[in-house]
């Protein structure tokens, strides 16, 4: 009979469950405005006014159809406005709006609870090399992605 082959690191299921976890947590605290989907791209036009599409992108290795989706929301919902370059018409400059500020707040006060409840027992060093061993993983499933690594 065939033995089943065992995956020593189930990191797929672990990360996925924290991803939603994370998502219903976020929804369920943040309430009105933004939802979990929209809050990294309010967060980050906030910590760069005048950021490109482009550059949001990149900052949370996006494909430019999720950018533009949930940019659209926020303009809907009148937290961000987006200004064409005066010098390449091609590009645009997303800024925050001052009925976007309470969300941001907001936003990150939600984050920081998650993130307390994500590292509750951990140590110092346990925190830091979690989150450096996170980091490193993004990076990679990025870059397998991006140069379109087959294994």
């Known amino acids: 009979r065939k033995q089943?082959?065992?995956q020593p690191y189930q990191l797929n299921k672990l990360i996925s469950?924290?991803?939603?976890?994370?998502?219903?947590?976020?929804?369920?605290e943040l309430f009105e405005g933004v939802k979990s989907g929209q809050q990294f791209f309010l967060v980050r036009i906030y910590e760069n006014q005048g950021i490109s599409m482009q550059e949001l992108a990149g900052l949370g290795y996006f494909d430019k159809g999720t950018v533009t989706r949930a940019v659209q929301q926020l303009i809907d919902k009148e937290y961000i406005i987006k200004e064409t370059d005066a010098k390449d018409r091609r590009l645009c400059h997303l800024y925050t709006t001052p009925k976007a500020l309470p969300q941001v707040e907001e936003v990150y006060e939600v984050g920081?609870?998650?993130n307390e409840i994500l590292m509750d027992g951990l140590t110092e060093q346990e925190k830091e090399q979690a989150a450096k061993l996170l980091g490193k993983m993004a990076d990679n499933a990025y870059q397998s992605i991006k140069n379109k690594k087959v294994y």
Request: proline share 0%; aromatic share 16%; no cysteine.
């Open 4 to 6: 089943m082959m065992r």
């Open 17 to 28: 469950i924290i991803h939603r976890h994370g998502q219903r947590f976020f929804d369920r």
């Open 112 to 114: 920081r609870h998650w």
